[in-house]
């Protein structure tokens, strides 16, 4: 018998809705909010706000474009964390309430377990997915990991940032620049056209498979300042070189660890998420490297490297095959690993 599975995201500022069924994708719809554009930032309280507003339509869409009757739905998926409190709950409580009226179960879902099994989405029946151990590389606006995934439910941090977040490192030296948030996407634009020799900046020296990316944003920020001392117009003039410099140095900050984690585990697949993922740069240094070392890369379509919701009903899928299903009295968890 076939297992329809609707999953529901909405951990931070997009509401998203989508069906899988079987490990193939029948929709994904996603609801992204302006609201926060002009705050530079997410604010918690109105992301709450606008999945209240968001969550009936997208979850209506999702269902319609799937072409399915809820009644046809196995079970459903949510997002349990980590992200916004109150974000969550709106999607932890619709998820709830949905199941109860449906009869169907629910299953809940980490995040970043959801960002790992994107690759599991399949879009045709014989799209070719990793196979197991394999490395992911999980960069995001909150987290920077290095995961080895022994089976979809079997997954462990091998490194971590102590600091920032690969993404922060991207959004706080945009902000510096005067780009707008989030600035990772500018960083990427800009870059593009740089020169990536033009300045260096501090990397960090700490030992194991952990990051760090508090040195390179000071560092950063230091040379900014110098500079501008001496030339009002410094940044202006020197936009695209010192984005293009910046992803330089974060890139070669990444793949030093992934580098190390690989010959320490000895696998021969690599994949990456998250939405630092979606960079050029970073896509390209990944796949460039597995080409060298003869390795296997796998590189999310841009749609799943940020929020989605087809993520999160493909770890519910596999949860719901393995009869993992989450009881009514669990609440949304703010922080955890994978
Ligand atoms: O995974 P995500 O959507 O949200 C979290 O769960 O954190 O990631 C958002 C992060 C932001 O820091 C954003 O600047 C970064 O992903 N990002 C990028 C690019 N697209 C998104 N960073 C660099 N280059 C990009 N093209």
């Given amino acids: 018998m076939s297992v329809t599975v609707l999953g529901i995201e909405s951990s931070c500022d997009d509401t998203s809705a989508a069906v899988i069924r079987d490990g193939v994708l029948l929709s994904n719809v996603i609801a992204s909010q302006d609201v926060h554009a002009e705050y ?47 974000s969550l709950h709106v999607g932890t409580s619709f998820a709830k309430g949905l199941s109860l009226g449906l009869r169907v179960p629910i299953v809940d879902v980490n995040h970043l377990h959801g960002h790992v099994l994107s690759h599991f989405i399949r879009r045709e029946e014989n799209d070719v997915v990793p196979e197991y151990p394999f490395l992911c590389l999980l960069v995001s606006g909150g987290n920077s990991q290095l995961i080895l995934v022994r089976n979809y439910n079997d997954m462990e941090i091998l490194g971590r940032t102590i600091d920032d977040a690969a993404g922060e490192a991207f959004d706080k030296c ?146 719901y095959i393995d009869r993992i299903f989450c009881c009514y009295d669990q609440v949304p968890y703010a922080r955890v690993g994978v």
Avoid at 50 to 77: E, M, W
Avoid at 209 to 227: A, E, H, P, V
Wanted: aromatic share 8%; hydrophobic share 40%.
């Fill in 174 to 319: 945009a902000k510096v620049m005067g780009l707008p948030y989030p600035g990772g996407p500018h960083i990427d634009r800009l870059a593009a056209e740089g020169d990536a020799s033009k300045f260096k900046f501090a990397k960090p020296h700490i030992p194991g498979l952990d990051y760090s990316f508090s040195g390179l944003k000071t560092s950063f920020l230091y040379t900014l300042r110098d500079n501008v001392k001496l030339d009002p117009d410094f940044i202006e003039k020197n936009l695209a070189d010192l984005a293009a410099s910046l992803q330089h140095t974060i890139i070669d900050i990444l793949m030093d660890k992934l580098d190390k984690a690989v010959k320490q585990t000895g696998v021969r697949t690599v994949a990456i998420g998250g939405g630092v993922s979606a960079n050029s740069g970073v896509r390209d240094a990944v796949a460039a490297y597995c080409q060298r070392r003869g390795l296997t890369a796998f590189i999310p379509p841009r749609l799943f490297t940020t929020d989605n919701a087809a993520m999160v009903a493909i770890a519910g899928y596999y949860k």
């Fill in 40 to 86: 530079g930032g997410v604010v918690p309280e109105l992301a709450s706000r606008a999945h209240q507003q968001n969550i009936v339509p997208v979850v209506d869409t999702a269902l319609k474009r799937a072409g399915i009757d809820k009644h046809d739905l196995s079970a459903i998926a949510f997002t349990r964390g980590p992200g916004l409190l109150g």
